[in-house]
């Protein structure tokens, strides 16, 4: 029965092959983002970035005795817009919990969190990888404290602690284990980081820690129910996420082959081996003891509240990417290029308001991007302004300057800046669309090569050979279209 | 409710709590002793109540997203037995 069931299933590509089939993975991931806001979740100290140690902490953050947590009215919008931007159920009421245990770099001894009653309840991402769309399910968004930082390395017998992140506000947003791939682990952060962005309610900076995320993976036998999964802690790059699951279900595998079996546990993922391993100290089961903390009233407000920050939602990439494909006649892929970030997408509608879209996007994502990349730097550093780049579009669109010429033109305005059709005026580098300048050319050319135009008679085909003489002659600024059709009718071909 | 010694420890070391034998035996016999008393609370059908969170009418009090707190590093380590450049120092944890 089971081995007729799995013969008219249809093998999926995500699956890994073992020594004993085929094999799924099953991923599901908490992802820890943080709230983008001026001051703490319950305090008033600032979230700022790279701070002295200690500086940013109140007495709040640091626990002193008879210290009240005051929630911040923008982190509770946030996190409201983010559930909205999921397409999620915002729930009016919720309640927070605390969650007890002891580290060094909690001086509470528990984080204000959410636990049964959340702020934010199921949503979905739409992703795509290669080309097939899916949809991955959220189980919930809750608001929750950070913890400080511990440094290990500034002593041989202690560990220096340092509350400036204590009690900055983290969104906390849990997907169902509907993920069965790395790539699509990876495509749903990367989506999700992209919504975030848009939205303005995380930076999403995995650089500074400012979204991380708990990568939950099992496997099991297609068909079969699920397995035991293990949880990878605190992995800070989308490239990171996908050797942890590659390398966390390979190890599941060859366990359950050899004979083994999991065991649940928290692993860390080392970078530099590219391996996970289990994190000892935490072997002790956790027993978080969760109950609703006595000094917050449960989180309430109004639908009306929920509609008002709906209406001021701006447009986020899925839309956007519609909107592109509809309007610009762009391709599906380059509308995802372009709405990946907000700055990247605002750019090119810059550059395409009033103009051909597809060109407009041809120069922004090959020639701008692939430069940009290249030195390293972001579109907002762009030496190269939407208006110039939209003006050398125009050059082009008007037959002005070829499009050989433009990448020229264009790595002038790079390096040296200006208004670029100032530049192609004072430079000559205007195509030339005379005709009779292009005669001049062609007639010099076939007097100089008698025996040139004897052999195109007969092979057609030398006339690219004329042609790339005519644009040397020209210094490239001769219409191609215009030298073609003169050297045909004086070629007799 | 009986609570064993095994619990009694497990909650002790939870808390970080450090308790002797003879403790843990009396505080065996306390805490399932305040159990029943709380157990019969349980007799009580409270399905249809929602949970008191308040005794008078009160909303949960909001700030505004402005910085009014914090640059105070050495008031904050002040109290800390040991701290080094406004670090608190601890026994090293290591994972």
Known sequence: MNSQKVAEKPKSKNFIEGATGDWEVIIGLEVHAQVASNSKLFSGSSTGFGAPPNSHVSLVDAAMPGMLPVINRECVAQAIRTGLGLKAQINTKSV????????????????????????????????????????????????????????????????????????????????????????????????????????????????????????????RKPGDKLGTRCEIKNVNSIRFIGQAIEYEARRQIDIIEDGGKIDQETRLFDAAKGETRSMRSKEEAHDYRYFPDPDLLPLEFSNDYVEELKSKLPELPDEKRARFIESFGLSAYDADVLVAERASADYFEKVAGGRDGKVAANWVINELFGRLNKEGKAIEDSPVSSAQLGAIVDLIGSNAISGKIAKDLFEIVWTEGGDPAEIVDKRGMKQVTDTGAIEKAVDAIIAANPEKVEQAKAKPSMLGWFVGQVMKSTGGKANPAAVNDILKAKLGI | MQVDEATVRRIARLARIKISDAEAKGLEKELSGILDWVAQLDEVDTSNVEPMTRVVAQKLKMRDDVVTDGEIAEQIVANAPLAEDNFFVVPKVVE
């Open chain 1, 96 to 219: 927070f919990d605390r969650k007890n245990y002891f580290y060094p770099d909690l001086p509470q001894g528990y984080q204000i969190s959410q636990y049964k009653q959340p702020i934010v309840g199921e949503g979905e991402v739409e992703i795509t990888v290669d080309g097939e769309m899916l949809t991955v399910g959220v189980e919930r968004l809750h608001l929750e404290q950070d913890a400080g930082k511990s440094l290990h390395d500034q002593h041989p017998d202690y560990s220096y602690v340092d509350l400036n992140r204590s009690g900055v506000a983290l969104m906390e947003i849990v997907s169902k284990p509907d993920l069965r791939s790395s790539k699509q682990a990876q495509a749903y952060v990367t989506k999700l980081r992209s919504i975030l962005r848009y939205l303005g309610t995380s930076d999403g900076d995995m650089d500074k820690g400012n979204l991380r995320a708990d990568v939950n993976v099992s496997v």
